[in-house]
């Protein structure tokens, strides 16, 4: 069954960066995609904590059955954007997240038009699950830890 995992987020990932290979896109998604993780965790937060709990679970079982390094790597960045959602005040947590997931997709959108290519999720909408990965594949590649 490894195997099978590891040559699916292998395919997953080559196929998502086909339409990253602009190093100017890259940029925008290196700094986008956390941005829009964070923000919509912020969103369920601000409707509900445990809803943000709920959706970090589903999103981490599904990682897992991709990757156990990546699903690790996911695990950390989520408690870390839940802590910090979990000691933020609460009056504008909806406002702000709204604020930042829009600009976010704004500046994707950007990358993408600069990229040439439309994006990957709009033709399997796995991809917006990838994104994360893709991000976290370059971190791991330049530490050496095999995904």
Same mark, same amino acid.
């Given at each position: 069954?490894?195997?099978?995992?590891? *040559?699916?987020?292998?395919?997953?990932?080559? @196929?998502?960066?086909?339409?990253?290979?602009?190093?100017?896109?890259?940029?925008?998604?290196?700094?986008?995609?956390?941005?829009?993780?964070?923000?919509?965790?912020?969103?369920?937060?601000?409707?509900?904590?445990?809803?943000?709990?709920?959706?970090?679970?589903?999103?981490?079982?599904?990682?897992? *059955?991709?990757?156990?390094?990546?699903?690790?790597?996911?695990?950390?960045?989520?408690?870390?954007?839940?802590?910090?959602?979990?000691?933020?005040?609460?009056?504008?947590?909806?406002?702000?997240?709204?604020?930042?997931?829009?600009?976010?997709?704004?500046?994707?959108?950007?990358?993408?038009?600069?990229?040439?290519? @439309?994006?990957?999720?709009?033709?399997?909408?796995?991809?917006?699950?990838?994104?994360?990965?893709?991000?976290?594949?370059?971190?791991? *590649? *330049?530490?050496?830890?095999?995904?």
């Amino acid at each position: 069954m490894e195997g099978v995992a590891q *040559r699916q987020i292998h395919t997953l990932l080559a @196929k998502y960066s086909e339409s990253h290979l602009n190093h100017t896109n890259e940029i925008i998604h290196f700094v986008c995609i956390p941005l829009i993780v964070f923000s919509f965790l912020g969103m369920l937060w601000a409707a509900h904590p445990l809803a943000a709990l709920v959706v970090t679970v589903v999103s981490l079982v599904y990682y897992v *059955r991709l990757s156990v390094p990546f699903a690790f790597g996911m695990l950390l960045m989520s408690g870390v954007m839940l802590w910090i959602l979990s000691i933020l005040p609460q009056a504008w947590m909806l406002e702000i997240s709204l604020g930042i997931f829009v600009v976010a997709w704004i500046g994707q959108f950007i990358g993408h038009k600069i990229e040439g290519k @439309k994006p990957s999720f709009f033709e399997d909408l796995r991809f917006l699950l990838i994104g994360p990965l893709f991000v976290l594949s370059f971190l791991y *590649r *330049r530490f050496h830890i095999a995904y």
